[in-house]
């Protein structure tokens, strides 16, 4: 439409009201000291009320011919109020940001406040880890510290396994931009432990360990125990003493124990142990078998075994004078049956609701 | 590996333990049964009936009435929906009234369908759980049995019990039933004999070396190829022993000669493969290369997919190009098809891990790759080839070429050269030092020779024995190896429970115990313990502004857990997340563990792992009877400093910091630096604004983290000061001052002006508002006087007290508070 052209008195009315508009809405919304100031200038720009918004209204009185086009002025106005907001909003926003950072600081030579509480819970993991402990600290075992990252040689190379073997499927490994692994297994500290200390030795290694599996019985992040002697004379039969003893103390009194023949690289003899089921435990002793037991009145704990003779040569112990036993556990296991839990990840969300129940 | 038991019973005559019992030893014996699944359950009431007419149903156009006989002169009519009804005279399976068929939880019962009652079912395959197949009724071949006769009779394998059993990787002679009856035996104490290879049918007059030239350039990958031929071949279905026979395995049954390949893998549990002979190339001199891969090179497996090779893959290639991805997979172009008339059968040993390589590389986990990388027994390649021939003269109508042709490195001839047996030292006394179990040498050795070992005993005066070890264990290399197998077999239920008389160890390295000091005193000021992952991302350590990570993963299962933490507060910075996102606004979590650092040398590829103990406070604070408020910075520095206090057992500082000094994760106004013994230790405060932010938490959390490592020794002991024997005299003191003058500093100008005298100063009130004028805080103290020596008369403490007020008046403009 040609700018000369005579417009109707509508026409020119609307266009003086945007034109005033335009002039005055930046200045009052930077004027606005508070983003509820703002708002309300904003509101009274484009609210229900607002004046645009009234502008808007008188559109219909237009002739049809000049609707269009200022129809799409109102539109070109209202676009620009509305950045103008977003932006006066941002740096009202920064201001006092920035103001709340530079606010004097808190005098923090004023006495600290403990609140009174009604005490606060240990992990579930942590219970068992700590009873476990215990279990073996009073056997006379002692806790021998390790790193969670090491050299392949001491997670898997000088535990025997081969390389390029399917026993490494067992556990799907993470591995550094270093060329080291995340242990998979709290074994690499039987090896750190008979490089460094001559036998006899008897030691306990809780940790945390880490496989690339992610299931609802599976984290990638996980816990174990390893427990393992070395002296002159040890036998499966020492290990399944250990183990009967360990029974009693963490699943009751007169739990039974079972070895049943397994395979680990770094034992051999090698047994996975089962324990009576302590689900469907009737008081008379026989277990008739639950669903958590599978039916078999039999609760698989943990792997062990002797201790190769290549694992006790790859350390520098002559296993013709030594012999010695290993046996390690997960953790997350063992709490998910003792408390009920039913999934892993409830172990790792630390959801407030959850950790209160223990 | 899936095991038949109704196999296991033709391997082995003398067995009549159940399959329940065999199930059980085998778990006993390191072999474990996962499960028992009963195939074709229900095929025992259906019988074999010959159709004898068929005509349309009356009011439903898809279906059909069929007239059956069931044998001994007795018909009847049936309704059946399927398309491929026989004409009369075909043999169907029928499921008469009465029949259970578990597969469908279906139980025959008389139907109307459409006015027409029909009382009894034609079964298909899926329908009596032989396989998956629902496409048609059964319809056995001509001459099958005779009508009447029940279907579990007249074939055998429709009915078994399937073994899941869980082998360990050690174990690849499990694989094969052959080997699993082998070990049934020896745990059963049982005969047992390798199985006839079966008689060759026919024979032609043609050597199995003129169909094919054989050449091996890499003998180390692999050390053997074996090869046999059989023509006049006709491709066509297995007799349906066989086909039940793989169904119940779980293979699906294809043809006659590739059947014949996948049974005796089932058999012997070592892979084999079937050639087309007439298209390997040169047609007119056909070829057979096994050598390594070029780099780039393709071929496209018999999945239709296309490989691409590296160097380090093995391939058995014709005169032209691969035909085979050695021990993984058999390639497209060579494959059996229906108008084979020339098979060579390959069996190989192949190196365990090499194959393992290759599946790997190309994440094909095939039934071959599956036993060749376990290692399969080397000695058998001769057994496996003439098996599969004599097979494939009977099934598939074809003759046998003459002899077979072994390829072992530079040697070529129709035998092979049996493989070296390992030989281990055994010293019968070695069963007793290592389990404890007291078995006779006479016992171990049985049992050793029932596993296929051979026993040499150079002196009978000596406990000194030489084992031979059968091929088929390669796991088995050393005396250790040896007092297993016995213990195994021998029952680890004899193994007796002894408490060993342990000489006790000391902690080495005592973080176990440090962590567990720090888990105990965080829970008892009411902190609640998270565990939370090391894994985060590199992100997020940005936006806390912690050291970059140290460690990198090559193979995260997420890129928000691709490297470990620098910093504690990670996980528990998610913890509050979540808990806010479910609508839990109060958390008050703390976490013990290692970080990751940068190590101090930085050849190391170890980091520098840590201990810390942080914990993150978020919402309200616990309080007893009032309106909840929200934690402050004082709530912080409340646990901050009593959880540092105790787990060091000596006095903490709390230093603010300075803006500049300030971590950048904590907001400047309250970020504080704990210190003990001089050394920092840790640093607590608000979290930064920006990363309440960066990391939607949602709100305020207040953070502290610190160093467990220096107090790895313990706390320090505490020193006894004697118990004062005079009583004490207090005088409080209220004092206005400016807003901008710190608590703590009043204190300690008021400590220095009561001199000596004074025991403790503690503030007990703070007051904004009301008469104190605006701008200004009025603090109020409880000073107490006492002397070690004499009870301190009120002049004197007045005179002390008084210094207090003139001091606080001219170093701070305070006023006393009316």
């Known amino acids: 439409m040609a700018q000369n052209e005579a417009l109707s008195d509508a026409a020119v009315s609307i266009d003086r009201a945007l034109t005033k508009l335009r002039e005055g809405f930046m200045e009052r919304f930077r004027a606005a000291g508070t983003e509820q100031a703002l708002r309300e200038e904003y509101a009274k720009v484009l609210g229900k009320k607002g004046e645009l918004t009234a502008i808007l209204k008188e559109l219909g009185k237009t002739p049809a011919s000049e609707r269009k086009a200022i129809g799409e002025r109102v539109n070109a106005l209202k676009q620009e109020v509305e950045r103008g907001f977003e932006q006066c909003l941002s740096d009202l926003r920064k201001k006092e940001r920035l103001a709340e950072l530079e606010a004097p600081p808190f005098d923090l030579t004023l006495p600290g406040r403990l609140p009174v509480s009604d005490g606060g819970h240990r992990h579930p993991i942590s219970r068992v880890r700590e009873d476990v402990v215990s279990v073996f600290r009073q056997l006379g075992f002692a806790v021998f510290d390790g790193p969670e990252v090491d050299h392949e040689e001491n997670n898997f190379g000088l535990l025997g396994y081969p390389p390029d073997h399917p026993a490494t499927d067992m556990q799907d490994t993470f591995w550094t931009d270093k060329k080291v692994l995340l242990r998979s297994h709290t074994s690499n500290i039987q090896i750190r432990a008979m490089k460094s200390v001559k036998p006899p030795m008897a030691f306990i290694a809780p940790g945390t360990v880490y496989r690339r599996d992610d299931d609802a019985t599976h984290s990638p992040m996980f816990h174990q125990i390893e427990a393992f002697l070395v002296d002159r004379n040890v036998t499966l039969a020492h290990l399944k003493g250990v183990l009967a003893e360990f029974a009693e103390r963490i699943y009751g009194p007169g739990t039974p124990v079972r070895l049943r023949p397994s395979y680990f690289p770094f034992v051999e003899p090698g047994a996975e142990v089962d324990v009576g089921c302590v689900f469907c435990k009737k008081p008379d002793g026989t277990r008739p078998g639950c669903s958590l037991c599978k039916h078999t009145g039999w609760i698989e704990i943990l792997g062990c075994g002797m201790i190769h003779p290549v694992v006790l040569e790859n350390c520098g112990i002559d296993p013709e004078e030594w012999s010695g036993f290993a046996l390690g556990m997960g953790l997350e296991r063992i709490a998910l049956l003792r408390y009920g839990i039913p999934n892993i990840k409830l172990l790792f969300e630390n959801d407030p609701r959850f950790l209160a129940q223990f | 590996m899936k095991a038949s038991y109704r196999w296991l019973k033709e391997l082995l005559p003398a067995l009549n333990a159940s399959a329940a019992e065999v199930a059980a030893r085998f778990t006993h014996a390191g072999l474990e049964v996962e499960g028992t699944t009963e195939y074709g359950a229900g095929t025992e009431s259906c019988l074999v009936v010959r159709v004898t007419g068929v005509r349309q149903h009356p009011t439903k156009s898809g279906l059909r009435l069929v007239t059956v006989d069931r044998g001994g002169g007795q018909t009847q009519e049936v309704v059946c929906g399927a398309p491929n009804v026989p004409d009369p005279g075909g043999l169907v399976v029928l499921a008469p009234l009465g029949t259970h068929l578990p597969a469908k939880n279906l139980t025959i019962a008389p139907r109307n369908i459409g006015g027409v009652t029909s009382e009894g079912m034609l079964c298909s395959e899926s329908e009596l759980g032989l396989s998956d197949d629902h496409g048609g009724i059964i319809v056995l071949p001509m001459g099958t049995a005779e009508p009447g006769t029940p279907l579990s009779q007249a074939v055998p394998n429709v009915r078994d019990t399937i073994f899941e059993i869980g082998l360990t990787p050690n174990r690849p002679d499990g694989l094969g039933h052959v080997g699993l009856a082998r070990e049934l035996a020896a745990l059963l104490d049982i005969p047992f004999a390798l199985p006839a290879t079966g008689e060759i049918a026919k024979t032609a007059d043609i050597e199995t070396k003129s169909l094919c030239s054989i050449i091996v350039e890499d003998a180390e990958r692999c050390p053997h190829y074996g090869a046999a031929g059989a023509v006049d071949v006709t491709i066509g279905p297995s007799p349906l022993w066989l086909k039940y026979r793989l169904q119940a395995l779980g293979v699906r049954s294809i043809s006659n000669v590739v059947d014949i390949t996948n049974i005796v893998m089932l058999e012997y549990g070592h892979p084999m493969h079937a050639f087309d002979l007439d298209l390997l190339r040169p047609a007119n001199a056909p070829r ?307 970080v990751f650092l940068a190590p101090k040398d930085p050849n190391d590829p170890l980091p520098d792992e840590r201990l810390r103990v942080a914990f993150a406070i978020a919402g309200d604070r616990p309080a007893w009877l009032e309106k909840p408020k929200p934690f402050d910075v004082w709530d912080a520095k409340g646990y901050a400093t009593e959880i540092a206090r105790r787990i060091s057992g000596r006095p903490v500082e709390v230093v603010q910091a300075s803006r500049q000094e300030a971590p950048p994760h904590l907001h400047p106004r309250g970020a504080a630096f704990v210190h003990v013994g001089g050394e920092r230790v840790g640093a607590f405060g608000p979290l930064h604004p920006d990363v309440v932010d960066a990391l939607e938490l949602d709100g305020e959390v207040l953070v502290f983290e610190m160093e467990l490592d220096p107090f790895v020794g313990g706390a320090a002991t505490p020193k006894f000061t004697p118990i004062p024997r005079f009583p004490a005299s207090t005088r409080d003191i209220a004092l206005v001052v400016k807003d901008s003058v710190r608590a703590g500093d009043v204190e300690a100008a008021v400590r220095e002006a009561a001199g000596p005298l004074a025991e403790a100063v503690r503030l007990f009130d703070r007051f904004v508002g009301g008469q104190v004028p605006p701008g200004h805080t009025s603090l109020a103290f409880r000073v107490v006087y006492r002397s070690p020596e004499r009870t301190l008369t009120d002049a004197e403490v007045d005179a002390a007290h008084a210094n207090v007020v003139a001091v606080a008046q001219s170093k701070f403009g305070a006023t006393l508070r009316a």
């Open chain 2, 288 to 594: 057979i290369l096994v050598r390594r891969a070029k780099e780039g090179e393709t071929i496209v497996t018999l999945d239709g997919v296309t490989r691409t090779l590296v160097a380090d893959d093995l391939l058995i290639c014709d005169g032209e190009g691969p035909v085979a991805l050695a021990g993984v997979m058999g390639g497209e172009s060579s494959e059996i098809r229906s108008t084979t008339k020339r098979v060579l059968f390959e069996c190989a040993w192949f190196d365990p891990r090499g194959v393992r390589r290759t599946a790997r590389r190309h994440a094909m986990h095939t039934e071959s790759s599956h036993r060749f990388e376990r290692g399969v027994d080397p000695g058998d390649v001769a057994r496996v080839l003439d098996r599969a021939v004599a097979l494939t003269t009977t099934l598939a109508g074809g003759a046998a070429t003459r002899g077979r042709v072994h390829v072992q490195g530079t040697r070529v001839a129709a035998e092979p050269e049996p493989p070296a047996r390992k030989k281990v030292r055994f010293r019968g006394r070695r069963v007793h030092d290592l389990t404890g179990v007291d078995v006779p040498f006479a016992e171990s050795a049985a049992i050793l020779k029932r596993l296929g070992c051979e026993i040499v005993t150079p002196d009978a005066s000596k406990d000194e024995h030489e084992v031979l070890v059968p091929t088929h264990r390669p796991d088995i290399g050393r005396e250790a190896d040896l007092v297993e197998e016995v213990i195994r077999v021998h029952g680890m239920d004899s193994v007796p429970a002894e408490l060993p008389r342990i000489r006790a160890s000391r902690d080495v390295g005592g973080r176990e115990e440090l962590a567990r000091r720090a888990k105990e005193i965080c829970a008892s000021v009411g902190l609640s313990e998270a565990i939370t992952f090391s894994f985060t991302s590199g992100r997020v350590l940005e936006v806390l502004g912690a050291p970059p990570p140290a460690v990198r993963l090559e193979n995260p299962m997420a890129e928000h857990q691709s490297v470990l933490r620098t910093t504690l507060l990670v996980g528990l910075l998610d913890a509050v997340k979540n808990a806010r996102r479910h609508g839990e606004r109060d958390v008050r979590e703390y976490t013990v563990g290692p």
